[in-house]
């Protein structure tokens, strides 16, 4: 199974793009993961709320094929303990899916289309953190599931 980060828009803060780096090459002797970035939608001032969605998720629509499993980082998503996040994962590695690919939307979230080809939603927290931000907690959080999953003294209970 390959794992891969769909989000909308580059990394601008440099800290934050160290932190995913840090963890992506970390997870590398894991399991195959890429973080796949769309470009933001343009003139978005212009544009409803809704209409952002909607454009932001044609781009997302776009790079999804019929056998891959979605799941939408979204704040009405299932909460898990990283233990449990990490159950979750071994049961899609067992379960024969070739693509699981997590989806960070734009800062209104997603459109219905999006939420209807979606296969799962995920919550990281109550919280809400900026869309730059999530991507490093989150790749964090896939990172520490692998070694959860193997054993190895990175998370303590």
Partial sequence: MKICLLVIGKTD??????????YEKRLGKYIGYEMKVLPDVKNTKSMSENMQKEKEGELLLGQLLPG???????????????CGFSTFLAQKMLSGIKKLIFVIGGPYGFSQTVYQRANDKLSLSKMTFSHQMIRMIFVE????AMTIMKG?????E
């Fill in 68 to 82: 891959d499993w979605v799941v939408l980082l979204d704040e009405k998503g299932k909460e898990y303990t990283s």
């Fill in 13 to 22: 803060a440099e800290y934050v793009r160290r932190g995913i780096e840090e």
């Fill in 152 to 156: 190895e003294p990175y998370h303590h």
């Fill in 141 to 144: 959080q896939i990172y520490r």
